[in-house]
């Protein structure tokens, strides 16, 4: 951190494999039903997109996951999370994201839907890494409802893989937070209810739950 938002971003090529730590239960929450449309998305390997070298000129605003089950709004926190920002808009505006599904439901401890690895196997990322952000204290409830984080396998291991939290969750201050879910927050608690394939708190959702595209806006 304390990099100016005009400084070179540094990346390194690095394989991602993804893990988040188990906390506390939490108490299961009345969702709304909502339709979700049947996809033939399947894991795939992901485009090659080469790094930002240097920060945008001009921050979006917000990303809208457009999804077979409807859309989610994250408000970026773009003062906070800049070089984050910038990759992640770097590999959507490249169609990185598209078609992609989210491959990972947790539901009892912690309470995420973790996305973008285009191979849907937690061991996918774009072949580069870069710093940590916005760092939350290590205190309970540390990643509240509503927030998005990247997914790491350790410091400085970002790349594409990020997680929507549902439900309040307590988590080592590991993981970058970057926006928060401002629309279809619903959707994300739906498709938890719906569980986890083939029983079990950790695995692939019931619901297949796809990124169709990112817009950026």
């Not at 990303?63 to 590999?91: M, R, W, Y």
Request: net charge positive.
């Amino acid at each position: 951190m304390g990099m100016k938002m005009k400084r070179l971003i540094g990346v390194v090529s690095i394989v991602i494999v993804t893990s988040l730590s188990l906390a506390p239960a939490h108490a299961a929450q009345k969702t709304p039903e909502i339709k979700c449309t049947p996809t033939k998305a399947t894991g795939h390997t992901p485009k090659v997109i080469a790094p930002a070298t240097k920060s945008l000129a001009k921050y979006p605003k917000t990303f809208t996951l457009e999804t077979n089950c409807g859309n989610i709004v994250i408000s970026l926190l773009n003062a906070k999370a800049p070089i984050t920002i910038t990759q992640l808009t770097t590999l959507a505006r490249g169609g990185y994201f598209d078609n992609s599904l989210c491959h990972r439901l947790t539901t009892q401890g912690l309470f995420v839907l973790q996305c973008g690895d285009p191979t849907a196997t937690g061991r996918g990322g774009p072949g580069f890494a870069y710093i940590d952000e916005n760092l939350p204290d290590p205190v309970k409830n540390n990643y509240r409802e509503g927030t998005v984080a990247m997914a790491n396998s350790g410091p400085s291991t970002n790349g594409s893989q990020f997680f929507l939290v549902y439900g309040k969750t307590t988590l080592e201050p590991n993981y970058t937070i970057w926006g928060k879910i401002t629309k279809g927050l619903d959707i994300i608690k739906a498709v938890a209810k719906a569980g986890v394939a083939g029983g079990g708190t950790d695995g692939t959702p019931a619901q297949s739950f796809v990124i169709n595209k990112i817009v950026i806006n």
